[in-house]
């Protein structure tokens, strides 16, 4: 069974960090690229970031560009985000996704994926 588990959500402060991980079970990663989405309270679910099978690729959101960093290590079989200096507008549940594709790019678009994860929830709030 192939599944999709995402971790290190939780309570921050304003101006913190956190780093959440996709862990995949039932498959190997190796051969996928991995996109990060979220929805916060009240608004739609938006692209955090993205990043092809082979790490060549990487993409985030405009927004976050120098702040959230995604990054991938196939032997643990786990894909990361790392969130630095949150602001409340963060606040949101963090999905990871997954679509098989051996090309260079990341996929940006939702509907490129086929594979979810639950989801964790990251509130940033003082």
């Known amino acids: 069974q192939l599944q999709l588990v995402e971790s290190g959500g939780g309570l921050v402060q304003p101006g913190g960090s956190l780093r959440l991980s996709c862990a995949a079970s039932g498959f190997t990663l190796d051969y996928y690229a991995i996109g990060w989405f979220r929805q916060g309270p009240g608004k739609e679910r938006e692209g955090v970031s993205c990043?092809?099978?082979?790490?060549?690729?990487?993409n985030y959101l405009d927004s976050l560009k120098g702040r959230f960093t995604i990054s991938r290590d196939n032997a643990k079989n786990t894909v990361y985000l790392q969130m630095n200096s949150l602001t409340p507008e963060d606040t949101a549940v963090y999905y990871c996704a997954a679509v098989r594709s051996e090309g260079p790019y990341c996929l940006r678009s939702s509907l490129q994926y086929d594979y979810w994860g639950q989801g964790t929830q990251v509130t940033v709030s003082s």
């Open positions: 990043i092809s099978s082979g790490a060549g690729s990487t």
